[in-house]
């Protein structure tokens, strides 16, 4: 299960990043861009961190900073 989630959190990030090259770039396209591919990648990277997190708190921590950076991501995507 971790290693699935793991490879989908990989997989969304190539596929925000591939949908954003798509894209016009305009002033205000490429900054909602770069914000949409910040947050994107970061879902995946601060989920890969939950998994060495040294007890139950420090997990369910970082596993929240996953969940705004995944809110995040939804709110540029609607903006784009």
Do not use: H, P
Request: glycine share 4%; proline share 0%.
């Amino acid at each position: 299960m971790k290693e699935q989630l793991k490879l989908r959190c990989k997989v969304f990030a190539l596929s925000v990043i591939e949908m954003t090259e798509g894209l016009a770039r305009k002033n205000a396209t490429f900054l909602i861009c770069n914000q949409i591919i910040r947050s994107s990648t970061s879902i995946g990277a601060n989920y890969r961190a939950a998994l060495r997190a040294r007890s139950k708190a420090e997990f369910l921590s970082k596993l929240g900073i996953v969940e705004e950076e995944a809110d995040e991501t939804l709110y540029w995507l609607e903006l784009i």
